[in-house]
């Protein structure tokens, strides 16, 4: 039997709930947990990833955003990341990269023109984005051992990065969303911001997605409307919805978005996430 990993802030909750846990109950549960993905909302783009062999993976770690009441908090609790994916430049999605980076020793997993804008205009650290960790469209990164792969697909948007409010924005080549595959997990398909588009439904044709996370917000992104046609183009087994409600701009609700996946006959679960809230995924869900 290989090394079986757990985070003990996990097993330590699960103790003090019940200090008379059985130690073969706690042997189930390590069992449970490491054959598990963990998913972590941290509103607005912002996701921690959990794989099944212990990596830390984040998307788009804009952790300090305005609706995630702990976001400091969190972003200081953080001590092992393993790599940082990011979609694009822009300032709401690059978020905390940087910081993070620097103290953890993550890698940044973006694409090649994203990465130098990071490590030339933000001062990411140059030897955590070398070749090994950054692509372009359609190519796929083995990541981790073998724990993750990463494969850049299209999304319609702009991006570029800033270096401070009297700085103009520098070039980041183009946006992309990520098919993200985890070793005994699942596969999932984050669209990052982009518009609806016909060629969305190809991103199905090389994997079954699992889990989609989806913009709705509008105005930047899609609404409920299109992301709803997005869905239903790759349909996928599940789908959370992302990128709303940030910002009074951004006026595309989860109740519009439901009701616009009904109208279609969609048939994906529909999972809304609180902010803050962790969900898991086995390798079969």
Request: negative net charge; hydrophobic residues 45%.
């Amino acid at each position: 039997m290989g090394v079986v990993v757990i985070h003990m802030s996990i097993l330590a909750r699960v103790c003090l709930a019940n200090k008379r846990f059985a130690p073969n109950d706690v042997f189930a549960f390590v069992i449970t947990m490491a054959s598990q993905t963990q998913l972590t909302w941290y509103g607005h783009a912002a996701f921690k990833l959990i794989t099944p062999a212990g990596n830390v993976v984040l998307i788009d770690p804009w952790l300090t955003n305005p609706v995630f009441e702990n976001g400091k908090g969190e972003l200081a609790a953080l001590k092992r990341v393993d790599a940082i994916l990011l979609t694009h430049g822009h300032g709401d999605h690059v978020g905390d990269a940087v910081e993070i980076g620097k103290r953890t020793g993550a890698k940044l997993i973006s694409n090649y023109d994203l990465a130098e804008a990071m490590k030339l205009v933000l001062g990411y650290p140059a030897k955590q984005a070398d070749n090994d960790t950054t692509g372009h469209m359609g190519g796929q990164l083995n990541l981790l051992n073998g724990d993750v792969s990463v494969c850049f697909v299209p999304a319609f948007h702009g991006s570029a990065v800033v270096k401070d409010d009297k700085s103009p924005p520098v070039y980041a080549g183009n946006p992309t969303g990520l098919v993200i595959a985890i070793r005994n997990g699942p596969t999932i398909y984050d669209t990052g911001d982009t518009a609806f588009f016909s060629d969305i439904a190809r991103v199905s044709d090389y994997n079954k997605i699992d889990i989609m996370l989806v913009c709705i917000g509008d105005h930047f992104t899609m609404g409920p409307i299109r992301a709803a046609d997005a869905v239903k183009a790759v349909n996928p087994r599940a789908v959370i919805p992302m990128h709303f409600g940030t910002f009074p701009v951004l006026t595309g609700t989860p109740e519009s978005f439901e009701r616009e996946l009904k109208e279609r006959g969609v048939k994906t679960k529909l999972h809304v996430m609180k902010i803050g809230e962790t969900i898991t995924f086995s390798e079969h869900d």
